[in-house]
């Protein structure tokens, strides 16, 4: 059996209101989902509404940091007593000028030696060599002269080369940025006693973020140029050197260096930055830039932009043609113009002659 509840619903007299109830429901709702329908086309959108900027310049600039092309340790091959050490620290020498010097008293006491017995060995030999010319000497006798003259010769050689380590020249033009020994102390041998920097040729290091890779993979389409501080009016150019494959684990940077001949009527130090620009040698496509929001991919696949009449307040699709990337925006090479009104959010919503009602944009 039912319950009663159940059965007095079932019974005849309420199934017409039942029916009627039912009725009115759906008369009710395509009434709703009619109107709801017929409202949508009269509704007016508020879109956010911008304009098409200019590409920006197509160059970078980078802070760099000065470095010399090389720093080198410079030692004397023998030991001795350091007598001169003239030049200060801070200083910038040209190649050849004598930098350090020993005490050379003991190598030319040696070397005088070396040539008192290098004069008896030639002699000796010279004497022979008639004598066994006129078979007046024996060959052995000529031979042991002849290596023993030859044995004078390389020992006159080494003498010579003893006293000219005693001194130290510059091997480039270099900065000298270190005293490691003080005059009149006693030095040994390959002991450091001066520390140089190659002045000859700057190298200026800076970092690539990752989205400007193609400087680093083709650096001859590019032209760089350095800043300094002490004359910003000026551009000198860098030469592209060498890049580190491998990023800074921190910012995901390449480092780069480039060279510089050292200008002459400008002092520059390792340690000063400079500003690297960087731009290529043919000018990139002209074009505008649009947010990224603005963009709308129809449903032929080919993207668009949603352009804003003012006077009819109505938008229209419009095809364009992307170019380069940006940071937050991207390039239109063709079918938008500077200054172009063009609708940056919703644009999946919108229709062909759609009136929509522009809004500031708040941050």
Known sequence: MFPIAFQLALTPPRLPRILLS????????ACTENGASTNHDNVIRPVRVE??????????????????????DLAFQVGGQLTDHSPHEGTLVTRGKTLATLDTTDFELALRQVETRHEQARREYERLRRLHAQNAASTANFEQAEAEFRTQAVALEQARRQLAYT???????????RRLAEPFATVAANAPVLRVQDMSE????????????????????????????????RRFPVRYREHRPQPDPVGQSYPVSVTLPRPSALELLPGMTAS?????????????????SALDPGNDGQMRVWRFDPDSQTV??????????????????????????????????LRDGMRVRPQAHLD
């Open 22 to 29: 039912l009725t009115m429901a759906l008369l009710l709702t």
């Open 316 to 349: 229209t699709p419009r095809p364009v043609t992307l170019g380069a990337a940006l940071p937050d925006r991207v390039t239109v090479l063709e079918g938008l113009t500077e200054g172009e009104p063009i609708v940056t959010s919703g644009t999946h919503l």
């Open 276 to 292: 690297i620009v960087v731009s290529r040698f043919s000018p990139a496509p002209t074009g505008v830039t649009v947010p990224l």
């Open 51 to 72: 304009t098409a900027m200019p590409s920006p310049a197509s160059s970078h600039r980078f802070v760099a940091r000065v470095e010399a092309a090389s720093t080198v």
């Open 167 to 177: 001194r130290i020249e510059a091997p480039f033009d270099a900065l000298v940025t």
């Open 202 to 233: 700057l190298r200026l290091r800076f970092h690539v973020p990752e989205r400007l890779s193609a400087i680093l993979e083709h650096p001859e389409a590019y032209r760089m140029e350095a800043i300094f501080e002490a004359a910003p009016e």
